[in-house]
């Protein structure tokens, strides 16, 4: 989906579906008292859908893995900063007012992972700063799901997806993601498949994890039923 696939995104994901989850994030970093108008940093951001509407508040530096997602995101971001990096191990040497992670945490498949990207973003936020974790479940309340969208663009093409979620395995730290996509270029439909292996981690596990980090946590739900996590790094 990310490679091959990313051209698909903006008929897949588009930022209107989007300003929803937005404002509350907003909300939530300025009840937070984070530097409005400041740097905002943000871990796997994919084709840019939430950067297009933080981007009226923050200047956005937007990191991801794969360079064909941020290639969709430059499109409709061509005023912000686009680095390729893992948020496993991306080191920019500069300091953020709000780091933020929204649903690419889902591909922190193990604990060791979750840590390494919580670390990331305590490594780029200031002293005094917020970080905003957006993972889409917890272990507690994962249920099995299925869903279905798409639309069509102006040039010829359209996409229509089915997604289906479930948990094979109760026993270990993650759930499975079937997409079945399919593709119209003009009079021609085909159909790709694509397999996620996403991580499933419990509330404590997470709370524990920022705080051994080192940040000082509050958890927000959001219209989502999503855990919502404020992280501040202490300024000292
Ligand atoms: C669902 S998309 C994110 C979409 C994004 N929320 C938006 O507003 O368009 C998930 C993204 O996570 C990225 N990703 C997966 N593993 C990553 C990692 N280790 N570091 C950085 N990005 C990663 C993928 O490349 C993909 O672009």
């Known amino acids: 989906m990310y490679a091959e696939l990313a051209k698909w995104w903006p008929l897949l994901s588009p930022p209107d579906e989007y300003a929803g989850e937005v404002a509350f994030f907003l909300q939530a970093l300025h009840d937070a008292k984070a530097a409005e108008g400041g740097t905002l940093l943000e871990l796997g951001s994919g084709g840019g859908s939430n950067a297009f509407h933080l981007k009226q508040h923050y200047y956005l530096t937007l990191t991801d ?3 064909e997602m941020l290639a969709v ?13 893992d948020m496993r191990t991306l080191r920019l040497g500069r300091q953020f007012d709000v780091v933020f992670a929204h649903d690419a945490l889902d591909y922190m498949t193990t604990e060791i992972e979750l840590r390494q990207a919580v670390e990331t973003a305590f490594i780029h936020c200031k002293a005094g700063g917020i970080a905003l974790f957006v993972p889409d479940h917890m272990r507690e309340t994962f249920e099995a799901e299925s869903d279905h969208g798409g639309r069509d663009g102006e040039d010829g093409r359209g996409l229509r997806y089915l997604e289906w979620a479930f948990d094979p395995d ?7 993601t079937h997409y079945v996509f399919m593709l ?10 694509d397999q996620h292996i996403c991580g499933l981690f419990a509330h404590a596990f997470w709370l524990q994890t920022l705080a051994d980090v080192g940040f000082q946590t509050k958890t927000l739900v959001d219209s989502y039923g999503r855990d919502v996590f404020v992280a501040v790094k202490p300024l000292s």
Do not use: F
């Open 73 to 85: 995101s430059q499109t409709i971001n061509p005023d912000c900063e686009h680095i390729v990096g």
């Open 170 to 176: 109760e026993s270990d730290s993650t759930y499975t």
């Open 65 to 67: 893995l794969s360079p």
């Open 184 to 193: 119209r270029e003009g009079q021609n439909v085909h159909v790709e498949h």
